[in-house]
Structures are given as structure tokens and as C-alpha cells.
């Protein structure tokens, strides 16, 4: 992975980097629990995803919960999946982009069983992270439960996209923290 993993547009519109998996279609899962998954809940996640599809369709349905948007290559912006956030709520974003479940991306994670673990995720090389500009690194966020990270944002009152991440904090820490979770 070269470059930027995300841009901002304007209001309510950024885009994120396709080299993040390599593929022209993937999914866009939203969290809204600002803070992340603590545990590995298998249970409560599904339980609470099953209780979010069931309010898409509504009129004043907004994007709330852990949701999951079909991205694909932008006309407007190749090499980028263009995320339009006119429907999202104010507030902070826990974002993660995957492919499609059972086949392995390109630049993404291997596959194995187990709760979401079926699906390839983006897999941020450490020099890569390393040599992030700051600005980047504020996008990236440690899971709580250390499995891993996912970008985050936060859409204001004025509908302006910010950074809301902590990865200036942990990302020089990264190669430690992933052996205490191996």
C-alpha cells in the first residue's frame, strides 16, 4: 500500500483508497459505538446487526448501528470507493472495509473461521504505518480488544468529515502490541 487510505472531499463526502484490498467491490461496515468492541462477543454483534436491518426502509432511517454499505470502484475518482455520508448521523464512526465473504483479497487479511473472520481485511504493512503523516494516523484506531484497527471519524453538527482515531498514540507501539496478541 502506497499513499493515502483516505481522502476528504467536501461535507459528507470522502473517499478510501481501493489498494486497501486490491479488489473493485467490497463492503463498508459502520460502527457507531464510538469506543469499539471490547470483547469478542459473537452473540451481541450478530444480535445487534439483526436489530439494525430490520430499520432500513423506515423514513427516518439513518445510518446508527453496525451496518454494512456495498462499495465499488468510483467513475468520479478511480482507484477509490467514493462514501457518500449525507444519511449518517452526527457523530463518530468506527469504519472498516472487507470483501466479500469466503474470498481472500489481494492486499487483504487470510481467511479463517469464526465471527467475521470469513472476510479479508485491509492489512496495513508496518513501514507503511511507520511513514504515515500524522494527519493519517489520526484516521486509524485501535480496537479495544487489541485484535486489531479500523478507521474513525466523526461527522460534526456542520456535517464536516474529522480524523477521530488514536493512532498517533499506538502506532509506534504496533509491533509490540501485536506480539502480546500472538
Known amino acids: 500500500m502506497k499513499g493515502e487510505f483516505i481522502k476528504i472531499i467536501k461535507n459528507n463526502l470522502f473517499l478510501l483508497n481501493k489498494d486497501l484490498l486490491g479488489v473493485s467491490e467490497a463492503q463498508l461496515w459502520i460502527g457507531e459505538r464510538a469506543e469499539g468492541p471490547a470483547d469478542d462477543n459473537d452473540e451481541r454483534v450478530l444480535r445487534e446487526r439483526k436489530e439494525n436491518e430490520a430499520k432500513k426502509g423506515t423514513p427516518d432511517y439513518k445510518i446508527s448501528g453496525i451496518e454494512a454499505v456495498n462499495l465499488c470502484e468510483s467513475k468520479r475518482f478511480p482507484g477509490w470507493y467514493e462514501v457518500d455520508a449525507t444519511n449518517w448521523k452526527t457523530g463518530i464512526y468506527r469504519l472498516m472495509v472487507h470483501g466479500k465473504a469466503g474470498i481472500k483479497t489481494p492486499y487483504g487479511s487470510s481467511l479463517s473461521s469464526g465471527?467475521?473472520?470469513?472476510?479479508?481485511?485491509?492489512?496495513?504493512?508496518?513501514?507503511?504505518?511507520?511513514?504515515l503523516s500524522s494527519e493519517l494516523k489520526k484516521f486509524l484506531y485501535l480496537e479495544r480488544n487489541k485484535r486489531g484497527f479500523c478507521i474513525r471519524l466523526e461527522i460534526t453538527d456542520s456535517r464536516e468529515i474529522k480524523p477521530a482515531g488514536d493512532g498517533e498514540k499506538w502506532i509506534p507501539r504496533w509491533s509490540e502490541i501485536k506480539k502480546l496478541k500472538n
Open 115 to 131: 465471527r467475521d473472520l470469513q472476510y479479508s481485511w485491509p492489512v496495513f504493512p508496518d513501514e507503511y504505518l511507520k511513514n
